[in-house]
Every structure is written in C-alpha cells, then in structure tokens.
C-alpha cells in the first residue's frame, strides 16, 4: 500500500519509520530540499497550492494524509477528488482560522477561555469588554508554537499587542491561570472505532512544547478530556490520530485550548512508551487496518530539543534514554529532536525527564546567547 504524506517534517519521517516494517510505502510532498521525511524517500519537491504538483504527487498512491495544516482548500479540493484524503478535508479546514476552531469547539460542548474577535480597530473595547485582563492576543490565522501571539497584561496594551500583530484578524482569549496542561490523543478507525492512549502531562515555554509525562499524574478528568475528544473527532467524521490541548484549573475543571487533527508533538511518548504508537495507529486506521492496542508500558517522559542538541553522548547518560534525532539545522526555537524515557518507577522517569529538560535547556540558552 502507497501513503502519499502532504508535509515531511519529523512527523512524516515517524510515519514512514512506523509504516515501513508494516510493508508500507511513503511519499511526502514538502517545498523544502532538507525535508526530513522525505531524505530516503520518494519526494514531491514543490508548494503544497502547486496543483501539477499535487497530481504527481497523488499519482498510483492508495491513502493521502497530512502531517502539516496549512494548506489551502483548493489544493485539498484537488487532492481529494484524486485520492482518498484521511482524515478527510473537513478536519483540516477546522484548523484553518481560530474563530472557526473555536465556534467549533463550543458547538461539540467543550468548555473554552473567555474569548472575541477582533477584526477592526472598533472591535477593541468590545473584546475587552468581554474577556477583560491578563489575555492573549493570538492571530487567527498561521499561527502555531506561540507564534502569531501576544501578551495583554492591561487594558492599556491591547492596542499595541494587535498592531504588533499587523492588525490582522485575531481572537483575543482570557490567559487562564492554570496549575497544568495535559493532553488527550486518540486514534479514530475508518469503521469509526476509537481507541485512547491515557492523558499526558505538558510543560510549554515560549509558547513551545518542552515536557511530557505520560501517564499525567494525580487524578486528571479523564473521562471528560476524553469524551471531549471524541466528540470532536466524531462530529469530523474523522480518521487518524486526534490529540486535543487541555488547561486544568485549581479544581480541576477542564477548559479546551485547541485541537490538532493529526499525530502531535505530546504523543510523541508512544513510540516506546505504548503498545501502539500514535503513529502506528494513525496509519493503520486510514489504512483500514485494525488498531493497535493503547495501553503504556508503565512510565513515560518525553524531553523536545528545541534550538540547538546537547551530544547524543551525554543525553545517552541517562539511562533508557531514547534519541531520536529529525536530521534538521540547529535554529532558535526549531524543534531537532527528543529524547524519551520509559520505566517502571514514576519517580525516577519524573527525575530522568527533569535532568534531561536542564540539559537541553542549557545547550539552548547557550547557543542563543552565543547567536546574539
Ligand atoms: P497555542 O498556540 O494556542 O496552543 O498556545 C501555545 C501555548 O501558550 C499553550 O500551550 C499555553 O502554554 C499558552 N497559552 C495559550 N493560550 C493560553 C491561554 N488562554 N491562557 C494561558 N496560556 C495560554
């Protein structure tokens, strides 16, 4: 069976490495030269609005899918009408503008942050209004890992945090003073089976995805995180993997921050840490094939490298330390890798996870502050 994968970051390159040893073949469409999915693979080199491209790139393939979100529905259109997308069309276009995504998220009856919309200079005070202080001001469109958002300590900086933005479309959010993010990932069949992997605990800074525990400690709503995902991927009629961005407040209380309809950055954990990996399970199901079990394997702690990688010699210190390295160019704030642990003892995996954020944290900051 032929996958043809729109994007071929380092989620396209655990799809292929997950597929593969299934008997499965791979080919990416990515713009870039260095895509790392795409190295030892077949590779569509060009735009993803390129519609020449797009038939080349659809051409004898049995299943598309998408490890990347920004692409514009005529080219979905055309693919589509070409090959069977999953999930399909509708599951990306969620993602296409926050409002949309966010309408979303309360018509399925997901508890979300205050929020509005901000559109012109007059929707300002309304928003405010409405949402009042500490926010963040997020632009509809483009933006993810932090980018395309700007803090609103007082009323006061609204004004200034839009026109940093560039005046664009935008929604603004109440900034919800969590005690965690956690996340839920599920795997939805073609025949409409869902299976889930248990919730997982994450640090952000910067916007940025830096830690995850998984199984999340103490005693997370999981019934409704879960719940809540599945009744977005069923609305979707979705297919794939789904992972949804919780904040769990003081008591405990859930809100939604937003969803991602395809394998995630949190659940990166799976490779070893689960009898099936998202990714595995991803393919099977728009493959048609039976899902994999979702149960852990005890522990698990996934650690990104953002930026700039300490050696593989000293994250191999830590013992079951597992690298994973995606091949890319050290740039600030580029995710290059992670490393995973998993074990039996919760404490020592914990202990493993802090050691292994401190170095990456450490090789990062040096290598910006060399950089400036
Ligand atoms: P996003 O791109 O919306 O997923 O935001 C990235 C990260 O910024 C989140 O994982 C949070 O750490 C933080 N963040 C986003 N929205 C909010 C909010 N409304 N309140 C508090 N933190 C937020």
């Given at each position: 069976m032929r996958i043809g994968v729109l994007g071929g970051g380092q989620l396209g390159l655990m799809l292929a490495e997950a597929g593969e040893p299934m008997g499965l073949e791979f080919r990416f469409l990515d713009p870039s030269d260095s895509a790392p999915a795409a190295r030892l693979r077949a590779h569509v080199q060009a735009a993803f609005d390129d519609l020449d491209a797009i038939d080349r790139f659809a051409c004898d393939l049995d299943v598309a899918t998408f490890e990347f979100e920004n692409v514009g529905p005529e080219a979905l259109a055309h693919l589509e009408a070409r090959v069977p997308l999953r999930p399909g069309a509708a599951s990306l276009e969620m993602k296409h503008d926050r409002l949309v995504e966010k309408e979303f998220l309360v018509r399925c009856g997901l508890a979300?942050?205050?929020?509005?919309?901000?559109e012109r200079p007059q929707d300002l005070a309304a928003a405010l209004e409405k949402v009042g202080t500490p926010a963040i001001?997020?632009?509809?469109?483009?933006?993810?890992?932090g980018k395309g958002q700007a803090r609103v300590d007082h009323p006061e900086a609204l004004a200034s945090a839009w026109d940093s933005l560039g005046r664009l479309p935008a929604i603004l959010e109440a900034r919800v003073p969590?005690?965690?993010e956690l996340s839920a990932l599920l795997v939805r069949g073609l025949?409409?089976?869902v299976r889930h992997w248990p919730l997982a605990e994450n640090l952000h800074r910067g916007g940025i995805l830096r830690r995850t525990l998984a199984p999340a400690s103490g005693a997370p709503d999981e019934a409704t995180a879960m719940a809540w995902a599945q009744a977005l991927a069923e609305r979707l009629d979705h297919v794939g993997v789904l992972a949804l961005e919780l904040f769990e407040c003081g008591d405990g209380a859930l809100l939604a921050n937003e969803f991602a309809p395809r394998v995630h950055n949190s659940g990166h954990w799976t490779i070893e840490g689960a009898?099936?990996?998202?990714?595995?399970?991803?393919?099977r199901a728009i493959a048609g094939l039976p899902l994999g079990e979702t149960a852990p394997h005890g522990h698990a702690a996934m650690v990104n490298l953002i930026g700039r990688c300490p050696t593989v010699e000293s994250l191999l210190e830590t013992p079951a330390a597992r690298v994973h390295l995606y091949g890319k160019q050290p740039r600030p704030g580029r995710k290059l890798g992670h490393v995973t642990v998993v074990g039996d003892d919760c404490a020592s995996v914990h202990q493993a996870a802090a050691r292994l954020l401190e170095q990456a944290s450490e090789v990062a900051v040096a290598a910006s502050e060399a950089a400036s």
């Open positions: 979300v942050p205050r929020w509005a919309g901000v001001l997020k632009t509809r469109r483009f933006g993810y890992d969590f005690e965690r025949d409409g089976e009898r099936t990996s998202q990714f595995e399970n991803h393919l």
